[in-house]
Protein backbone atom coordinates (compact mmCIF):
# COMPACT_ATOMS: atom_id res chain seq x y z
CA UNK A 1 0.00 0.00 0.00
CA UNK A 2 0.76 3.08 -0.01
CA UNK A 3 3.03 5.54 3.04
CA UNK A 4 0.56 7.35 5.20
CA UNK A 5 0.95 9.78 8.52
CA UNK A 6 -1.17 12.43 9.82
CA UNK A 7 -3.67 14.02 8.51
CA UNK A 8 -2.09 14.00 4.97
CA UNK A 9 -2.08 10.30 5.44
CA UNK A 10 -5.95 9.88 5.82
CA UNK A 11 -6.46 12.62 2.81
CA UNK A 12 -4.14 10.30 0.60
CA UNK A 13 -6.12 7.38 1.32
CA UNK A 14 -9.27 8.64 0.46
CA UNK A 15 -7.98 8.99 -3.27
CA UNK A 16 -5.99 5.84 -2.81
CA UNK A 17 -8.74 3.58 -4.07
CA UNK A 18 -8.70 5.14 -7.28
CA UNK A 19 -4.66 5.66 -7.48
CA UNK A 20 -4.01 1.68 -7.59
CA UNK A 21 -4.99 -1.11 -10.14
CA UNK A 22 -3.80 -4.58 -10.95
CA UNK A 23 -0.90 -5.30 -13.14
CA UNK A 24 -2.78 -7.19 -15.73
CA UNK A 25 0.79 -7.79 -17.71
CA UNK A 26 2.45 -9.28 -14.46
CA UNK A 27 3.52 -13.27 -15.47
CA UNK A 28 1.39 -15.13 -13.38
CA UNK A 29 2.05 -18.40 -14.74
CA UNK A 30 3.11 -21.54 -12.61
CA UNK A 31 6.04 -23.79 -14.69
CA UNK A 32 4.83 -26.81 -12.68
CA UNK A 33 1.20 -26.41 -11.28
CA UNK A 34 1.07 -28.30 -7.75
CA UNK A 35 -2.60 -29.16 -8.69
CA UNK A 36 -3.68 -30.47 -12.58
CA UNK A 37 -7.20 -31.56 -11.62
CA UNK A 38 -9.37 -31.49 -8.67
CA UNK A 39 -7.42 -28.85 -6.83
CA UNK A 40 -8.93 -27.08 -3.93
CA UNK A 41 -11.44 -24.94 -3.64
CA UNK A 42 -10.62 -21.14 -2.51
CA UNK A 43 -13.18 -18.71 -1.55
CA UNK A 44 -12.42 -15.31 -2.05
CA UNK A 45 -14.28 -13.41 0.02
CA UNK A 46 -16.37 -9.69 -1.87
CA UNK A 47 -19.06 -9.93 0.93
CA UNK A 48 -17.75 -7.10 3.17
CA UNK A 49 -16.90 -3.99 0.99
CA UNK A 50 -13.28 -5.73 0.61
CA UNK A 51 -10.79 -3.34 -1.08
CA UNK A 52 -9.15 -6.52 -2.59
CA UNK A 53 -11.18 -8.59 -5.00
CA UNK A 54 -10.35 -11.92 -7.01
CA UNK A 55 -11.41 -9.47 -9.82
CA UNK A 56 -9.98 -6.26 -9.23
CA UNK A 57 -6.80 -5.21 -7.50
CA UNK A 58 -5.89 -8.68 -6.03
CA UNK A 59 -6.13 -10.41 -10.03
CA UNK A 60 -2.74 -11.32 -10.09
CA UNK A 61 -3.03 -13.30 -6.72
CA UNK A 62 -6.27 -15.04 -8.28
CA UNK A 63 -4.64 -16.16 -11.41
CA UNK A 64 -1.37 -16.62 -10.00
CA UNK A 65 -2.98 -19.69 -7.35
CA UNK A 66 -5.56 -20.42 -10.48
CA UNK A 67 -2.21 -21.44 -12.49
CA UNK A 68 -0.82 -23.32 -9.87
CA UNK A 69 -4.29 -25.62 -9.94
CA UNK A 70 -6.86 -23.70 -7.32
CA UNK A 71 -10.31 -23.50 -8.36
CA UNK A 72 -11.32 -19.94 -7.17
CA UNK A 73 -14.83 -18.87 -6.64
CA UNK A 74 -16.21 -15.38 -5.35
CA UNK A 75 -17.94 -15.20 -2.31
CA UNK A 76 -20.78 -12.59 -1.76
CA UNK A 77 -22.65 -13.50 1.68
CA UNK A 78 -22.18 -13.43 4.94
CA UNK A 79 -20.10 -16.21 6.34
CA UNK A 80 -21.87 -18.73 7.65
CA UNK A 81 -21.49 -23.03 8.22
CA UNK A 82 -23.73 -23.19 4.83
CA UNK A 83 -21.53 -20.13 2.90
CA UNK A 84 -18.60 -22.44 4.50
CA UNK A 85 -19.33 -25.77 3.19
CA UNK A 86 -17.11 -27.40 0.74
CA UNK A 87 -14.64 -24.71 0.57
CA UNK A 88 -11.21 -25.45 1.72
CA UNK A 89 -9.88 -22.40 1.68
CA UNK A 90 -10.98 -19.08 2.81
CA UNK A 91 -9.45 -15.86 1.49
CA UNK A 92 -9.99 -12.55 3.14
CA UNK A 93 -7.89 -9.33 1.82
CA UNK A 94 -8.56 -5.84 3.47
CA UNK A 95 -12.17 -6.15 4.17
CA UNK A 96 -13.71 -2.56 5.22
CA UNK A 97 -16.83 -3.31 6.25
CA UNK A 98 -18.69 -0.19 8.09
CA UNK A 99 -15.77 1.96 7.86
CA UNK A 100 -17.29 4.97 8.32
CA UNK A 101 -19.04 3.78 11.87
CA UNK A 102 -15.38 1.89 12.69
CA UNK A 103 -17.48 -1.30 13.48
CA UNK A 104 -15.64 -4.64 12.16
CA UNK A 105 -16.31 -5.98 8.95
CA UNK A 106 -17.88 -8.61 9.76
CA UNK A 107 -20.22 -9.68 12.76
CA UNK A 108 -19.53 -12.03 16.36
CA UNK A 109 -21.46 -14.85 14.44
CA UNK A 110 -19.40 -14.96 11.05
CA UNK A 111 -16.32 -14.50 13.13
CA UNK A 112 -17.40 -17.83 15.22
CA UNK A 113 -18.41 -19.37 12.07
CA UNK A 114 -15.55 -18.83 10.60
CA UNK A 115 -12.86 -20.14 13.84
CA UNK A 116 -15.70 -23.47 13.90
CA UNK A 117 -14.59 -24.00 10.39
CA UNK A 118 -11.08 -23.64 10.96
CA UNK A 119 -10.99 -25.76 13.62
CA UNK A 120 -12.67 -28.83 12.16
CA UNK A 121 -10.46 -28.74 8.85
CA UNK A 122 -10.56 -25.02 7.22
CA UNK A 123 -7.75 -23.00 6.16
CA UNK A 124 -7.95 -18.94 6.68
CA UNK A 125 -5.50 -16.60 5.22
CA UNK A 126 -6.47 -13.22 6.49
CA UNK A 127 -4.87 -10.16 5.12
CA UNK A 128 -5.26 -6.75 6.69
CA UNK A 129 -2.66 -3.75 6.17
CA UNK A 130 -2.46 -0.56 7.80
CA UNK A 131 -5.13 1.72 9.24
CA UNK A 132 -8.63 1.27 8.82
CA UNK A 133 -8.07 -2.30 7.72
CA UNK A 134 -6.65 -3.51 10.86
CA UNK A 135 -10.04 -2.37 12.77
CA UNK A 136 -11.90 -4.00 10.49
CA UNK A 137 -10.45 -7.32 11.12
CA UNK A 138 -9.06 -7.58 14.11
CA UNK A 139 -12.69 -9.12 15.83
CA UNK A 140 -11.63 -12.23 13.60
CA UNK A 141 -8.00 -11.76 14.26
CA UNK A 142 -8.68 -12.15 18.09
CA UNK A 143 -10.20 -15.30 17.27
CA UNK A 144 -7.20 -16.94 16.48
CA UNK A 145 -5.16 -14.93 19.54
CA UNK A 146 -3.56 -12.30 17.37
CA UNK A 147 -3.92 -8.65 18.17
CA UNK A 148 -3.67 -6.11 14.89
CA UNK A 149 -1.93 -2.68 15.78
CA UNK A 150 -4.21 -1.20 12.69
CA UNK A 151 -1.66 1.55 12.75
CA UNK A 152 -0.56 3.45 9.90
CA UNK A 153 2.23 1.30 9.00
CA UNK A 154 5.67 0.36 10.40
CA UNK A 155 8.77 1.77 9.09
CA UNK A 156 12.45 0.84 9.35
CA UNK A 157 15.26 2.85 8.60
CA UNK A 158 17.31 0.19 8.64
CA UNK A 159 15.70 -2.59 7.32
CA UNK A 160 13.83 -0.86 4.36
CA UNK A 161 14.11 -0.90 0.05
CA UNK A 162 16.60 1.41 0.10
CA UNK A 163 16.15 1.81 -4.00
CA UNK A 164 12.03 3.21 -3.12
CA UNK A 165 13.11 5.72 -0.33
CA UNK A 166 10.42 4.63 1.75
CA UNK A 167 11.01 3.82 5.17
CA UNK A 168 7.79 1.38 5.56
CA UNK A 169 8.56 -0.66 2.50
CA UNK A 170 10.55 -2.96 4.65
CA UNK A 171 12.52 -5.65 3.29
CA UNK A 172 12.79 -9.15 5.53
CA UNK A 173 15.49 -11.37 3.82
CA UNK A 174 17.85 -14.18 5.24
CA UNK A 175 20.65 -11.64 5.17
CA UNK A 176 18.91 -9.31 7.94
CA UNK A 177 17.54 -12.20 9.50
CA UNK A 178 14.10 -10.83 9.27
CA UNK A 179 12.77 -13.95 7.37
CA UNK A 180 12.62 -16.96 9.41
CA UNK A 181 13.16 -20.34 8.17
CA UNK A 182 10.35 -22.17 8.41
CA UNK A 183 8.44 -24.47 5.64
CA UNK A 184 6.55 -21.20 4.25
CA UNK A 185 9.86 -19.89 3.49
CA UNK A 186 11.57 -23.13 2.47
CA UNK A 187 8.82 -24.55 -0.13
CA UNK A 188 9.26 -27.93 -1.06
CA UNK A 189 12.69 -27.93 -2.72
CA UNK A 190 15.21 -25.17 -3.82
CA UNK A 191 13.70 -24.01 -6.27
CA UNK A 192 10.96 -22.74 -3.99
CA UNK A 193 12.42 -21.04 -1.44
CA UNK A 194 12.03 -17.39 -0.54
CA UNK A 195 15.52 -15.20 0.21
CA UNK A 196 13.57 -11.89 0.24
CA UNK A 197 10.70 -10.62 0.62
CA UNK A 198 9.35 -6.62 0.57
CA UNK A 199 5.81 -5.16 2.09
CA UNK A 200 4.88 -2.02 1.45
CA UNK A 201 3.55 -0.30 4.18
CA UNK A 202 1.91 -2.44 6.71
CA UNK A 203 0.51 -2.56 10.42
CA UNK A 204 2.04 -4.58 12.96
CA UNK A 205 0.70 -8.24 14.44
CA UNK A 206 1.25 -10.24 18.05
CA UNK A 207 2.59 -13.49 18.21
CA UNK A 208 0.42 -15.91 20.03
CA UNK A 209 2.30 -18.68 21.36
CA UNK A 210 2.31 -22.00 19.30
CA UNK A 211 2.23 -19.64 16.04
CA UNK A 212 4.81 -19.38 13.27
CA UNK A 213 5.85 -15.86 12.33
CA UNK A 214 7.58 -15.64 9.03
CA UNK A 215 8.11 -11.89 8.92
CA UNK A 216 9.78 -10.80 11.48
CA UNK A 217 9.95 -7.06 12.49
CA UNK A 218 13.29 -5.68 13.79
CA UNK A 219 14.38 -3.64 17.28
CA UNK A 220 14.33 -0.32 15.14
CA UNK A 221 11.15 -0.92 13.85
CA UNK A 222 8.19 1.30 15.11
CA UNK A 223 4.51 2.55 13.71
CA UNK A 224 2.51 5.19 14.86
CA UNK A 225 -0.66 4.27 16.24
CA UNK A 226 -3.90 6.13 15.61
CA UNK A 227 -4.90 8.22 18.35
CA UNK A 228 -8.57 9.49 17.37
CA UNK A 229 -10.21 7.75 15.15
CA UNK A 230 -12.42 9.47 11.82
CA UNK A 231 -13.95 12.65 13.17
CA UNK A 232 -17.26 13.53 11.41
CA UNK A 233 -15.46 17.34 10.38
CA UNK A 234 -15.07 18.64 6.95
CA UNK A 235 -11.70 19.56 5.81
CA UNK A 236 -10.66 19.99 2.20
CA UNK A 237 -13.73 18.83 0.59
CA UNK A 238 -13.58 15.62 2.75
CA UNK A 239 -16.12 14.51 5.21
CA UNK A 240 -13.60 12.54 7.79
CA UNK A 241 -9.92 13.13 8.99
CA UNK A 242 -7.77 11.08 11.56
CA UNK A 243 -5.38 12.36 14.00
CA UNK A 244 -2.15 9.95 15.28
CA UNK A 245 0.19 9.69 18.45
CA UNK A 246 2.88 12.15 18.54
CA UNK A 247 5.38 9.51 19.62
CA UNK A 248 6.04 6.08 17.60
CA UNK A 249 5.31 3.78 18.59
CA UNK A 250 8.02 0.29 19.25
CA UNK A 251 6.77 -2.33 16.91
CA UNK A 252 10.05 -5.05 17.93
CA UNK A 253 9.09 -8.46 18.88
CA UNK A 254 6.14 -8.58 16.18
CA UNK A 255 5.44 -9.81 13.16
CA UNK A 256 3.63 -9.22 9.55
CA UNK A 257 3.37 -12.65 8.66
CA UNK A 258 2.48 -15.75 10.61
CA UNK A 259 1.01 -19.34 10.48
CA UNK A 260 -0.09 -21.21 12.68
CA UNK A 261 -2.31 -25.07 12.77
CA UNK A 262 -5.36 -24.13 14.53
CA UNK A 263 -8.01 -27.79 15.90
CA UNK A 264 -7.81 -29.84 12.94
CA UNK A 265 -7.00 -26.70 10.59
CA UNK A 266 -4.68 -23.95 9.35
CA UNK A 267 -3.85 -20.26 9.49
CA UNK A 268 -1.66 -17.42 7.93
CA UNK A 269 -2.50 -13.82 8.81
CA UNK A 270 -0.86 -11.01 7.14
CA UNK A 271 -0.14 -7.45 8.28
CA UNK A 272 0.40 -6.11 4.38
CA UNK A 273 -1.54 -7.31 1.59
CA UNK A 274 0.42 -5.74 -1.83
CA UNK A 275 2.92 -8.26 -1.37
CA UNK A 276 0.89 -10.73 -2.34
CA UNK A 277 -0.72 -8.98 -5.76
CA UNK A 278 0.98 -7.07 -8.78
CA UNK A 279 0.03 -3.58 -8.96
CA UNK A 280 0.44 -0.50 -10.26
CA UNK A 281 0.38 2.99 -9.07
CA UNK A 282 -1.70 4.90 -11.53
CA UNK A 283 0.03 8.45 -10.22
CA UNK A 284 3.64 7.57 -11.25
CA UNK A 285 3.05 4.41 -13.13
CA UNK A 286 5.40 2.47 -10.74
CA UNK A 287 4.82 -1.30 -9.50
CA UNK A 288 4.28 -2.23 -5.90
CA UNK A 289 3.99 -5.95 -4.82
CA UNK A 290 5.03 -9.18 -6.52
CA UNK A 291 5.89 -7.26 -9.78
CA UNK A 292 8.59 -5.14 -8.16
CA UNK A 293 12.06 -6.80 -9.52
CA UNK A 294 14.21 -8.22 -6.98
CA UNK A 295 12.26 -9.59 -4.26
CA UNK A 296 10.64 -13.31 -3.90
CA UNK A 297 6.84 -12.14 -3.15
CA UNK A 298 5.57 -14.28 -5.90
CA UNK A 299 6.63 -17.37 -4.33
CA UNK A 300 5.87 -16.34 -0.86
CA UNK A 301 2.56 -16.45 -2.10
CA UNK A 302 2.46 -20.05 -3.56
CA UNK A 303 4.20 -21.52 -0.57
CA UNK A 304 1.91 -19.75 1.54
CA UNK A 305 -0.87 -21.21 -0.36
CA UNK A 306 0.59 -24.65 -0.63
CA UNK A 307 0.83 -24.68 3.47
CA UNK A 308 -2.53 -23.97 3.90
CA UNK A 309 -3.99 -26.79 1.10
CA UNK A 310 -1.53 -29.35 3.21
CA UNK A 311 1.49 -29.28 0.60
CA UNK A 312 4.11 -27.96 2.82
CA UNK A 313 4.20 -29.05 7.05
Keep these: MCRFFGLAAALLFLSCSGGQKPDLNFDT ?16 DEAHKNFHTSGGRYKPFANLIKSDGYAVAANKKKFSKETLSGCNILII ?31 LLLIADHHPMGGAAEVLAKRFGVEMSNSYGVEDSLNCDTAATDKSQLVFSRENQLLADCPITRGRDSTEQVGRVVSFTGQSLTIPEGSTPFLLLSPTAYENLVDSIWTEKKFLSTNTYTRFSEVPTPAAGKAQGLAMKFGRGRVVIMGEAAMLTAQINDRDGKPFGMNVPGNDDKQLALNIMHYLSGVLE
Design 29 to 44: SVANPTYTANGPKVLF
Design 93 to 123: SNAKGMEEKYKSAFTEEECDAVKNWVEVGGS
